[in-house]
């Protein structure tokens, strides 16, 4: 069976904070001259994660602000001090928001549970101090990392709304008229019965709230047998919090209308016979209806329901509902069983760990793609002569070097690394 969503989309570009340089500096005292290497790391770049707070209704918020950055990590300092790690960013969604990476459409999270946390961008690692540089034959090294710039992530961000609201009632009783007047959603109106063949969705905004309501097919006695068209439909409904049951208040008998719908309704499961309903007359532009007011008013008092009264094609009463339907939906969520404590899980995109690099031509010059080697060059071969010599021992380490070689690469050639272009001299 096919259920229907209205779909919150967002595109947002996240930038995790980059790590904190590490220092090159060397322990100074009075009456001790030569102190041993004490330059500090740097801190951790923040992250981008997202986190799922049922306070949030949708993905609006995106739609004004898309670029969001994590703060950095601070530099290391003297006396092997750590500099600070960045603080993360947290980007608060709403339960059952799916994450994509915009390059590929991959899913990389779906984030259903309060509580639910996804880093999509990754802090950058400090870089390392001196202090962590020196070795038996080389006791005051030049050598320091700087911070590993943090991920670069453009993801969208999509949810799915179930409705919230659903409107049942007879064919003909002004259920798409209804949602007409409170929402943009345009289903057909019109004078005959089974007009909607379809569900229709439509956002009812109220103030700075919104929800969703459904309109489906009209039912008629029999329909949880499968009369007429609504039982498929019936299902669009089961999820929904409240009920706007649409009486045609001018019809001829509106009171057994009602219970033919809720003998539907019981039918159906239990659990939609007893759902919250509001009771909406409708049509009481006409006489007729309005002449029976009173009597339809206590026929809801009766029920222990809410009544409103409403001529929804001239809009007449329809914005005081939207608002009655959002308290009672706001009760309904209260009463709730609030869910057991929430796990925070914890989804972490996996690195891709392939083969860990591989040459390429690109005119004239010579480029190393991977991420390992990349990293490295980057946080290690622009802090001095030593740690050039240094990343180049650990490119050497890692077979980058023997790998340019056999490509052809000579003294002198370009070979970049990221942004980074070196002048190659193993
Ligand atoms: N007089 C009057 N007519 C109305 C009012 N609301 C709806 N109608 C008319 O009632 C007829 C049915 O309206 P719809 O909104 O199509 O009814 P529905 O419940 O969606 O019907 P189905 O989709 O067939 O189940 C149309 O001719 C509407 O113009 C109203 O407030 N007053
Ligand atoms: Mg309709």
Redesign the pocket.
């Known amino acids: 069976m096919r259920v229907v969503y209205v779909i919150d989309q967002a595109d947002v570009h996240l930038t995790a904070g980059d790590g904190g340089h590490g220092l090159i500096s060397f322990h100074r005292e009075k009456f001790v001259p030569r102190g041993g290497p004490d330059g500090g790391d740097g801190g951790r770049g923040g992250n981008v994660v997202l986190v799922v707070d049922p306070a949030v209704h949708g993905l609006g918020g995106f739609r004004y602000r898309r670029q969001y950055r994590a703060a950095r990590g601070g530099n290391g300092a003297k006396n092997k001090k750590h500099g600070s790690n960045g603080e993360d960013l947290e980007l608060r969604v709403p339960p059952g928001t799916t994450v994509r990476l915009a390059a590929t459409g991959e899913v990389i999270g779906d984030l259903v549970h309060e509580g639910d946390r996804l880093i999509v961008a990754r802090g950058g690692r400090g870089g390392r101090g001196n202090v962590h540089f020196a070795t038996a034959t080389q006791q005051a090294p030049y050598i320091s990392e700087t911070g590993q710039r943090g991920e670069d992530v453009r993801v969208e961000l999509e949810l799915k709304l179930l409705a919230d609201v659903g ?1 049942v ?12 007047a409170v929402s943009r959603a345009t ?11 379809e569900p229709y969705l439509g956002v009812v905004e109220v103030g700075y709230d919104s929800y969703v309501m459904a ?5 008629i006695e029999g329909a949880h047998a499968g009369a007429g068209l609504g039982l498929e439909f019936l299902r669009h409904i089961e999820r929904t919090r409240l009920l706007i049951h ?1 009486v ?1 208040a ?1 019809a001829e008998d509106p009171l057994r209308a009602i219970d033919v719908i809720d003998a539907e309704l019981a039918a159906y499961t239990p659990e939609l016979g007893r759902r919250r309903q509001i009771l909406a007359f ?5 006489p007729e ?1 309005a002449a029976r007011r009173d009597s339809l008013a206590e026929a809801a008092r009766r029920l222990g329901r809410t009544p409103a009264f ?5 809009r ?1 009463g329809t914005a005081d509902l939207a608002r009655l339907a959002f308290e009672e939906l706001e009760r309904a969520r209260e009463e709730e069983p609030q869910p057991e404590t929430p796990v925070a899980t914890q989804v972490l995109r996996p690195r891709p760990r392939g083969p860990q690099f591989h040459i390429e031509r690109e005119d004239g010059a010579f480029r190393v793609v991977g991420d390992r080697p990349v990293v490295l060059v980057e946080m290690l071969a622009l802090q001095s002569d030593d740690s050039r010599a240094e990343a180049m021992r650990r490119l050497g380490r890692m077979g980058v070097v023997a790998a340019l070689k056999r490509a052809g690469a000579r003294t002198g050639d370009p070979v970049r690394f990221g942004d980074i272009e070196l002048r190659w001299e193993p």
């Open positions: 409107l009632g007879l064919p003909n009783a002004g259920k798409s008229t209804l949602l007409r289903p057909k109106v019109a004078d005959y019965p089974f007009t909607t063949l309109d489906i097919p009209g039912l649409v045609d001018a409708n049509k009481m532009d006409v209806a409403i001529a929804a094609a001239a007449q």
